[in-house]
């Protein structure tokens, strides 16, 4: 359990600065290129919990690079290569100040802001009578500003955005359209294994030359959320929860230790056994969303591993 990395130190070759995420660490590399490693902590409710989950580093990234790799013909991203397992390179971005949040169902924020009377989300209209896990009619944006370290990302409504200038209409409507194609392949894709593709957040960036990319994650389990697709619709009529790969086990698990990541609430104790388990969870998500089994990689000394990988790519 101690074979996790939860924070890294390295200098590379022409790096000139470093941006510390939630769970991602990115060095810049000659203002040209972006060196993303995907750490092993773990967020919820824009808090980051103590301890590292093995493996998920190396989940987080493999799935997110194959993702790209798999939507690269219907949306520019910017990735370049994956040199280690935890690791992925990249052009550098301007990043937008909005994440593209898209829901095909009434799940997680969504549904608790509609159990609480709310009918109106990011200013899109929600139609009475839903249930939890319900399915929209179509599916709906619903945008978040892009929050700096510490703070909580918030609900933001289309016309906001364009009325404060945080992103120009011309490049909005290009984010739309881009969301959309997206989370149409993603729902195929997840079709194919057997799951349904609840929600997701895309974010993009601008390369130097203008150009509007796909950055940072895509369809994985910390920015996704999926159900089984077996059984969804007995489940619905009976009222019952949906089974479902996500991050939303971690949340649930915190919610019924009372910590929602509120002024004054203590993070609940994280045992070696819930380490284990949400490890092997994740495991489960790394199976299931890509349809192949997850091979470990070596976690003896994680930082030799990567700091070597790196080096070598950009000799």
């Known amino acids: 359990m101690n074979n996790t990395i939860t924070t890294t130190n390295f200098n590379f070759p022409g790096q ?10 990115v060095y810049n ?32 990234n493999q799935i997110a690079t194959r993702f790209m790799d ?12 994956t040199p280690d397992p935890n690791v992925a390179v990249g052009h550098l971005c301007t990043p937008f100040k ?11 924020h969504a549904a608790r802001e509609y ?14 009578g839903l249930k939890e896990n319900d399915k929209f009619p179509q599916p709906i944006i619903t945008p978040t500003t892009k929050a700096d370290n510490g703070e909580h990302d918030m609900d933001i409504s289309r016309e ?41 957040k895309y974010e993009f960036g601008k390369t130097k030359d203008g150009k509007i990319v796909l950055i940072d994650e895509i369809h994985t389990p910390d920015s996704s959320r999926y159900f089984y697709a077996d059984g969804y619709q007995e489940r619905q009529a009976k009222g019952e929860n ?11 698990w915190l919610i019924a230790n009372d910590f929602q990541g509120k002024d004054g609430q203590i993070i609940p104790d994280m045992t ?5 388990s949400v490890s092997d969870r994740y495991i489960e998500l790394f199976e299931n969303i890509l349809g192949e089994p997850f091979v470990k990689a070596d976690i003896s000394d994680i930082d030799a591993r990567i700091e070597r990988n790196v080096i070598d790519f950009l000799k």
């Open 16 to 25: 000139k600065s470093v941006y510390r995420g939630k769970v991602r660490e």
């Open 29 to 60: 590399i000659n203002d040209e290129l972006l060196v993303m490693v995907a750490t092993d902590r773990l967020s919820a409710f824009d808090v980051v919990l103590p301890k590292g989950i093995p493996y998920k580093g190396q989940i987080l």
């Open 70 to 81: 798999l939507t690269k013909d219907i949306v520019p991203n910017w990735l370049i290569a």
């Open 98 to 108: 909005v994440e593209m949040v898209i829901r095909g169902y009434l799940s997680g």
């Open 115 to 128: 159990a609480s009377g709310k009918r109106s989300l990011c200013g899109v209209h929600l139609p009475e």
């Open 160 to 200: 906001e955005i364009l009325l404060k200038g945080i992103v120009s209409e011309a490049d909005y409507l290009v984010l739309e359209n881009y969301t959309h194609a997206l989370f149409q392949r993603g729902t195929n894709i997840a079709a194919d294994r057997g799951l349904i593709l609840v929600d997701t």
């Open 242 to 252: 949906q089974k479902q790969l996500s991050k939303e086990f971690v949340r649930q």
């Open 272 to 276: 070696e056994a819930y380490i284990e």
